[in-house]
């Protein structure tokens, strides 16, 4: 997986559809396990009558008339998107089939990446189309999603079916976003189909892809082509649960007391991991400012990209956006150029117990931490003052990202961040590679818990204690 490819700049979208998109997010990532994680949200259970309707086949009420995707303008650059009934309907009953995915068209060089995910051959996985489908579960008529900082819209016919097509801002045009949103509806089987398509497809191309989409209903639960639907009802006014022993909603943990880091260590220092009877230590901490430390058959596109004709990091550009709503569109405001380096470390991970460990779970991720007034503080993206101009500022350099972007051992089922196989007493050194901001090397903790990241504490994390590299 390679961790630019994650940096798509969605459009400003529902609460709810973004936890859905967050969680396809985190799915993908299982490809090279991640852990870094975004505020968590713990849907409410559904009442157990809806779940038993969901196991026998979704049969749902709705009027049995027509149903037309239309659009309604709301201020200058807002879109309520939603489906409308006949007037005059009655109710009647319907089964919502299973149903697997066609797709009629796709422009040339464009290869299927994953099922619903297409991306250009020379640019797999970067932009493309990319989509999801929801099971209207509560009727044809209940779908609806409210839209800002739109430049364009407009509706479409796809096939005998209704469609909307909106597009966003653009706003950095050396890389690729996910700009343009299609949805449409298939009333007869009660899907409705949200296509992401990248700024790397025309308008032209992304519309008439959407146009030969075909969901066609079948029993084969085996057929590859099956579609996955999220159900309509799992998005609708369906509150945050309450942690069962707080009774609080989970709260990402950014401050702590600065005792609480005092499993914090040094380099050189050998310490328990999470993992019984495997030890971890960080050898050697180097910074440089171009890729020589890494083994070049390892580097990916991406970290070869991020250097200039000399093999030197580039600096980040850090782009200073004033977000958009109904009324007005998201512009940049300011930008500046950061200097950055490469963060190399050498890792020993040692089996001190008296069995073999297999399939031994690794990853590292950066901290940036700063102590303030006794609290030891993560420090967050950056927020404007009062008086700036901006909103929102985005960095377009890899050090954007502070998981692991390399590593020179590979093992398990996916041949990725395992090692393989490890004896007692053996020890296994893995080299680990990070692209940093200049600014941020005083600030560094490299924390080792596969299960912790880069954004929150959490008491795995504490316990098995950060490691200082700060410079």
Known sequence: MEFKHLKQDFPKMPEEIKTMIENEVKKQLKTEPQTHRSKRTVRKTLALSLAAVMLCGLTVFAGAGLYRM???QTGEHGVSVRIESSEGTGEASFTIPDVKLEVGYLPDGMVRTEHGKYSFED??????????????????????????????????SAGGYQGIYLEYPHLSEEEVSFNQRIYVAYTDVHYVMEMYAASDVSREEALKIAEHVKLIPTE??????????????????IPEQSDTQTGEEYQTITSVASEKMQNTHVTGDRFQTSTPGLSVKVSDVQIADDLSLLDASLIDEDLKKEVDENGKLRPATIQYIKKGDSDSLSQETASRKA???????????????TETLTDVLFFGSLMCITEVGGQMQIVQDEHPADGDAWDMAVNHGLSCFHDMLYYDVRGGERNNNYIARMQPGEIVTVHMAWVVMEE????????????????????????????????
């Open 70 to 72: 239309q659009r309604q």
């Open 123 to 156: 640019s797999l996985a970067l932009g493309g189309i990319s989509m999801v489908f929801y099971r209207m579960d509560t009727g044809n008529d209940q779908f609806e999603l409210r839209h800002e900082d739109v430049v364009l819209s407009e509706e479409f």
């Open 339 to 353: 200097p950055q380096k490469l963060v190399y470390t050498t890792v020993e991970y040692a089996n001190t117990g």
């Open 440 to 471: 941020e090397l005083d600030t560094l903790y490299l924390n080792l818990d596969p299960s912790g990241g880069s954004y929150e504490f959490t008491d795995s994390s504490l316990q098995m204690g950060y490691v200082d590299i700060r410079r």
């Open 220 to 237: 084969d639960k085996t057929d590859q082509e099956l579609v996955t639907a999220q159900n309509w009802s799992d998005y609708q006014n």
